[in-house]
């Protein structure tokens, strides 16, 4: 019994020690609350500083945004600077290539013009030495040729004195027949080649007339000095045509017909073809015409705009 009694009563004290310890601490934890409490209403500022400290942050914000704008305007300005600074000194670069290349265009197009017009007159003064001496020469052949054609024809007439001689009517009239054909063929390469020289001499006039205008004419005059050689050698196969058909009355010989039938065809050729570069001096004349018209009418419409753009 006593020994119940006695753990009874350590259980009790037990009981009473804890809940003392418990009451303590209650009273230390109430007491650390109350001290935090007590701090934190001492270390928060009040609405005034808290306005202040707000005003002098944005004060700082804006001051640091108006220093970076600031900044950012000089470094803009300095780009604008060295920006206008570069593109003058790009415009002053090409104007001063644009004057130099303007001068030496110009000391170019002098030059150009300057050797041109010496050609020009170089090409005048042989064209004429050569046109001369062509002139010369022909005059000379043509003089053959007439001096040559009164011969035969001297030798043809005695042909026909001939045959009066000739006591068969048959072959008189046979021998008359053959003179006849031999001038008809003669007179009508004649024909021939005058037709041809009245057109070259239209031609020539045509050349003048152009060349006075303005008109280049090169072309058409080397065509033309084409034909004249041409008619000239065709002059003179009629001239060889003449004193092979004036040698006899009688019937030609074999070699004789084949250099007459040469003959022929070779004066045929050469007629044809003064003709035909007579036709080309001709077309040259036209489209170079053409082009001087179209030349000038492009000139005038440029410098009717130039005039109105400066009015």
Do not use: C, W
């Amino acid at each position: 019994m006593k020994k119940y009694l006695s753990l009874s009563f350590v259980l009790a004290m037990a009981v009473l020690i804890g809940t003392q310890v418990s009451a303590q601490d209650a009273e230390v934890t109430l007491d650390v609350k109350a001290g935090a409490n007590v701090n934190a209403e001492t270390v928060r500022p009040s609405p005034a500083q808290m306005r202040a400290n707000a005003n002098a942050n944005m004060e700082a914000r804006l001051k640091a945004q108006a220093d970076l704008k600031a900044k950012r305007e000089a470094m803009e300005a300095e780009i604008k600077a060295k920006r206008e600074a570069m593109q003058a000194e790009i415009k002053a670069n090409r104007e001063a290539t644009q004057t130099e290349m303007k001068e030496k265009r110009t000391e170019v197009t002098a030059e150009m013009k300057a050797k041109r017009e010496e050609t020009k007159t170089a090409m005048e003064t042989k064209r004429a030495e050569v046109k001369a001496e062509i002139q010369t020469k022909r005059a000379e052949i043509q003089a053959e040729i007439k001096a040559t054609r009164v011969e035969t024809k001297a030798k043809m007439d005695a042909l026909k004195a001939n045959i009066k001689t000739e006591k068969d009517a048959t072959k008189a009239k046979v021998k008359e027949t053959r003179v006849k054909v031999r001038e008809e063929a003669l007179t009508r390469f004649d024909a021939a080649v005058k037709r041809v020289s009245e057109l070259k001499d239209k031609v020539n006039a045509q050349i003048v007339k152009l060349e006075a205008k303005g008109v280049v004419t090169t072309d058409a005059e080397n065509f033309v000095a084409t034909a004249d050689v041409k008619l000239t050698a065709a002059g003179e196969k009629i001239v060889e045509a003449n004193a092979l058909l004036s040698i006899s009355i009688d019937e030609l010989t074999a070699e004789n017909k084949e250099a007459l039938k040469t003959l022929v065809k070779e004066i045929e050729t050469l007629i044809k073809d003064a003709h035909r570069a007579l036709n080309d001096a001709i077309k040259s004349l036209r489209d170079t015409a053409k082009a001087k018209i179209e030349a000038d009418a492009a000139v005038t419409a440029a410098t009717s705009a130039t005039t109105e753009t400066t009015q």
